[in-house]
């Protein structure tokens, strides 16, 4: 049954492709006999649909618009990781307490102690984690789309190395997919996933870096190749009328029988490059802050962030059970050291103060520069009678919840600008920002800069 | 050491260093997916990465195909322009902002995001209408421009109608 239904198929297969072939022959010179072997074993009993290379017919699918969506996700996607590991560093894991996501220690190699300097580092990492991530996302789906007929390809496996290159794509499509997603979801605090997120997002970026660090071995040689192809200058100059479908190519990018364009390669590289400009251009101003902030109509902490008063905020009091006796005459900040310290919010009024204008960035990309006031964290050190900590534990009254509490690091301590905050833009610290006092550190991720702070205790080198 | 090489090449396909490379691939992978496990975390991680396959492989990207298809097939067959790409970017772009933003444009994360944030979401929603109609007046505009233009080129000379571009071209 099967020996008689394969025969002519393959028969008519190769047919096809030979006055494909025949027609491309001038364009695409020795590609052809390949594109004839692909067409012939492809035929063996293929399913219908999409497995079948008719299938795919668009005309603008082929080798040098995947190599140009590659190359541009290849020079973004590095930078993703590179701020989404510092970002990782930033935390200063090392420290006790405060590693999210313990575990695969050669993984940490890349650690160092997240400095002071310059105090926007860690706000403009964030900014461009964030509103990289939201511009290459169009670029991710149309490689995606681009390379889509690949998944179908029958038969499904020629051989254990293509079995297992396959088995590597599917960390590189799951894995840039499942970032996406995790992060997208994360900056809208919609936290439907079933795991921590600062572990998924972390561990899938390692198990996405795998597999992209091959594809990338891989198939960079395939890509230059792609590339010059075509040439860009000339692409960028060819509209819709004078549109032609690549050359056939041996990885069966390009479609066996193209329809007629109904776009150019101009409109649709200008398509994806125009949303990856909008979705980036209506979420940035939460990042940069000022009046720019009134352009971001799709971010977390843009548009609506704005008013009089005004000025984004992280966890409010009421989610973080913060309660009026809590914040009222009877609160007291316990600065523990060589010796105990139990101070009123008047008593931290009349020590000496410092103002210092400083950013204030969270790991979901938006920030904002305020003016703070309060006392320098070396100061509250002093007087627990300890001239240099080598860290120092913050803690909130919060209850519960992440972050509650957090250590410092003893170049944090140490900076002269990192205080524990009692004033915000010359007023009283408002409830949601962390009334009585809360700490800000030069350059570190807004979760450790602790609010609602009621415990300091400081370290001495032993 | 060259036979083995070539013996390798036979039964696997590729050269040892594509294999070798292939199997230091997965074992970082496997590394990093251990810590997942330690956290206890890795059937939800497990689950969503199929997701995310699945999801976009064999539902976005059909549900848009399929879309732009029975977009095209239901478009005028003879436009003096046609009209195809004038849909695509509006709706396109509207739907890639509700894509991205839908847990604030549909109040799907108003609880969590109103506790951090101190925020509604019921502004997302105008939001996302005022862009997307902006998007296609922008276009409709857009459209009117080329169809006068077209209109005046095409109309003086009557032997020019026969080069006319075909549908969907």
């Known amino acids: 049954m099967r020996g008689k239904s394969v025969l002519p198929k393959i028969t008519s297969a190769i047919l096809v492709a030979r006055s494909a072939a025949a027609g491309a022959a001038h364009l695409a010179g020795d590609a052809v006999s390949q594109v004839v072997v692909v067409a012939r074993e492809a035929a063996v009993r293929q399913p219908p649909g999409p497995f079948r290379p008719a299938f795919w017919r668009s005309p603008l699918r082929g080798r040098w618009l995947t190599s140009v969506l590659g190359l541009i996700l290849l020079a973004g996607l590095p930078v993703l990781a590179i701020t989404g590991f510092l970002s990782y560093v930033s935390y200063d894991p090392r420290l006790h307490g405060n590693d999210e996501t313990p575990g695969a220690n050669w993984l940490k190699f890349f650690f160092f102690s997240w400095p002071t300097h310059p105090a926007w580092l860690y706000r403009v990492n964030q900014g461009v984690h964030v509103t990289l991530g939201l511009a290459l996302l169009p670029f991710v789906l149309a490689k995606l789309w681009s390379v889509l007929p690949k998944l179908f390809s029958w038969p499904p496996v020629r051989s254990p190395a293509q079995a297992l290159e396959r088995l590597s794509l599917a960390m590189v499509v799951g894995g840039v997919l499942f970032e996406f997603v995790t992060g997208i979801l994360n900056i809208q605090d919609y936290y439907v996933f079933p795991f921590s997120f600062y572990t998924a997002h972390l561990y899938g970026a390692w198990v996405f870096i795998a597999g992209l660090v091959i594809h990338v071995a891989l198939k960079f040689p395939k890509m230059v190749a792609g590339l010059r192809s075509r040439s860009l200058r000339r692409e960028l100059r060819t509209p819709l009328a004078a549109t032609e479908p690549e050359a056939p190519d041996p990885f069966g990018l390009r479609a066996a029988d193209p329809a007629p364009p109904t776009v150019s390669r101009r409109g649709l590289l200008l398509a994806v490059g125009g949303a990856s400009v909008l979705l980036a251009a209506l979420a940035v101003g939460q990042s940069i802050g000022g009046w720019t902030r009134r352009t971001a109509l799709f971010a977390p902490r843009g548009l609506s962030a704005v008013g009089p008063g005004k000025l984004p905020v992280n966890h409010t009091a009421a989610a973080a059970k913060i309660t009026a006796a809590d914040v009222g005459p009877a609160y007291r900040l316990v600065v523990t050291g060589r010796q105990t310290v139990s101070l009123t919010r008047h008593q931290l009024m009349a020590l000496p103060q410092r103002t210092a204008v400083l950013p204030l960035a969270c790991v979901e990309g938006w920030s904002y520069s305020a003016t703070w006031t309060g006392v320098p964290l070396a100061e509250l050190a002093r007087l627990a009678g300890i001239t240099r900590p080598v860290s120092a534990l913050v803690e909130s009254m919060q209850q519960a919840g992440s972050f509650r509490r957090v250590t410092l690091s003893a170049g944090q301590v140490a900076d002269p600008r990192s205080m524990l905050a009692l004033c915000l833009n010359g007023a009283d610290l408002p409830p949601d920002h962390g009334y009585p006092a809360r700490t800000i550190i030069p350059a570190a991720p807004g979760v450790h800069n602790t609010k609602w702070v009621n415990k300091i205790t400081f370290l001495a080198e032993q | ?169």
């Open chain 2, 1 to 169: 050491m060259k036979y083995l090489s070539r013996a390798i090449r036979a039964w696997y396909g590729a050269s040892p260093l594509h294999l070798l490379a292939l199997l230091a691939a997965f074992a970082l992978a496997g590394y990093a997916v251990r810590a997942v496990v330690a956290a206890h975390q890795w059937r939800g991680f497990a689950l969503w990465f199929a997701l995310a396959i699945i999801g976009h492989d064999l539902l976005l990207f059909p549900l848009y195909s399929v879309a732009d298809l029975s977009a095209r097939r239901f478009l005028p067959t003879r436009p003096l322009v046609p009209v195809i790409n004038y849909l695509r970017v509006p709706a396109g772009f509207a739907l890639l902002l509700l894509m991205v933003w839908f847990p604030l444009i549909l109040g799907l994360s108003a609880t969590t995001y109103g506790r951090a944030s101190g925020l509604g979401t019921g502004s997302y929603l105008w939001r996302w209408l005022a862009v997307t109609g902006v998007m296609f007046a922008l276009s409709a505009l857009a459209y009117a421009i080329a169809l006068r233009r077209a209109a005046k080129r095409e109309v003086p000379p009557a032997r020019m109608r026969s080069s006319r571009r075909d549908p969907g071209a």
